[in-house]
Nanobody
Framework: QVQLVGSGGGLVQTGDSLRLSCAASGRTFRFSDYGMGWFRQAPGKEREAVATINWSGASTSYADSVKDRFTISRDKAKNTVYLQMNRLNAEDTAVYYC????????????????????WGQGTQVTVSS
């Protein structure tokens, strides 16, 4: 069993920054076996992929709506994946979820697939204008 605990959400104003964190753990969990990603779901909308990172951190992929504003990264020493979000706007308001996928496929594959193995509990990000 793998546990993903997301944190870092909050209420901010347009143009502000936030950093989300997702700490992964499990008795037999090995961080380097998993590609990681951030997804979000706004009220009344379907969940969408935001950013993904492959198992080694060598490749990252982003939704067009967040390119050049968001950065995904991972720290293998802490078993944690981060999402740095800059220049936030109202359209970024959503519940953000992290996910772990047991694969060594690329970040490009991760951002397109629906096959994710574990999900975090979600953290709310609200951007007021």
């Amino acid at each position: 069993q793998v546990q993903l605990v997301g944190s870092g959400g909050g209420l901010v104003q347009t143009g502000d920054s936030l950093r989300l964190s997702c700490a992964a753990s499990g008795r037999t969990f090995r961080f380097s076996d998993y590609g990681m990603g951030w997804f979000r779901q706004a009220p009344g909308k379907e969940r969408e992929a935001v950013a993904t990172i492959n198992w080694s951190g060598a490749s990252t992929s982003y939704a067009d709506s967040v390119k050049d504003r968001f950065t995904i990264s991972r720290d293998k020493a802490k078993n944690t994946v981060y999402l740095q979000m800059n220049r936030l706007n109202a359209e970024d308001t959503a519940v953000y979820y992290c996910a772990a996928t047991h694969t060594h496929y690329s970040s490009n594959w991760l951002i397109k697939t629906n096959e994710h193995d574990y999900w975090g509990q979600g953290t709310q990000v609200t951007v007021s204008s």
